[in-house]
């Protein structure tokens, strides 16, 4: 069981836009900036966002980040096929030690 | 642009300690930008962060791990490392080394990852 809540499964078909969510608490996304990962298969995971909104160098601008509160998403326009991967938010959260958390990922299928 | 290699064993017995060690090219370690830590992925599975050290400054760890993990640095290799003890089966999985960025959790370099398997 993650801390950072991630629906398991999101779909689209080429040229839509797709938003995976990234719920948390106050003591995560509440208080502290949330980055994305996108990992393909077979491969280490990339930043895709960090510090909620903001592209690393690279990162086409079909990709973009927001919080709100203690949640998050990654939004997704101009779906393609190379997109199909697995992404997962992080932050850190300062309750008792501090330490970072995973979401639970959430698996992207092109149709 | 920042390079990082995990090595290590490939195959650990259980209740040993599980020793990897990350070397970073193409810069320093010893930079001010960075924290150093590692995030391992079971087969099939999310990423699970075990802990982070900044040189000279802190050290973190997960809490769930804290009392089996001790993260270590070597700056005259350029090279960081991870212990890991009583491994069980649960351990079992792919390893990686990464760099976070001022510590905000954003993981901008990555190893490539080097599976640790626990088993007799």
């Known amino acids: 069981q993650s801390v950072l809540t991630q629906p398991p499964s999101a779909s689209g078909t080429p040229g839509q836009r797709v938003t995976i969510s990234c719920s948390g608490s106050?003591?995560?996304?509440?208080?502290?900036?949330v980055s994305w990962y996108q990992q393909l298969p077979g491969a280490a995971p990339k930043l895709l966002i960090q510090?909620?909104?903001e592209r690393p160098s690279g990162v086409p601008d079909r990709f973009s980040g927001s919080k709100s509160g203690t949640s998050a998403s990654l939004a997704i326009s101009g779906l393609q096929s190379e997109d199909e991967a697995d992404y997962y938010c992080?932050?850190?959260?300062?309750?008792?030690?501090?330490?970072?958390?995973f979401g639970g990922g959430t698996k992207l299928t092109v149709l | 642009q920042l390079q990082l290699r995990e090595s290590g064993p490939g195959l650990v017995r259980p209740s040993e300690t599980l020793s990897l060690t990350c070397t970073v090219s193409?810069?320093?370690?010893?930079?001010?930008?960075?924290?150093w830590g590692w995030i391992r992925q079971t087969p099939g599975k999310g990423l699970e962060w075990i802990g982070s050290?900044?040189?000279?400054?802190?050290?973190y760890y997960s809490p769930s791990l804290k009392s089996r993990v001790s993260l270590s640095v070597d700056t005259s290799k350029n090279q960081f490392s991870l212990r890991l003890s009583s491994v069980t089966a649960a351990d079992t999985a792919v390893f990686y080394c990464?760099?976070?960025?001022?510590?905000?959790?954003?993981?901008?370099?990555w190893g490539l990852g080097t599976l640790v398997t626990v088993s007799s």
């Open positions: 510090s909620d909104n």
């Open positions: 106050r003591s995560n996304i509440g208080t502290n900036s």
């Open positions: 992080a932050t850190w959260d300062d309750s008792l030690d501090s330490h970072v958390v």
């Open positions: 050290l900044y040189i000279g400054g802190n050290t």
């Open positions: 990464a760099g976070d960025y001022l510590g905000l959790g954003n993981h901008d370099y």
């Open positions: 193409g810069g320093s370690i010893t930079n001010t930008t960075h924290y």
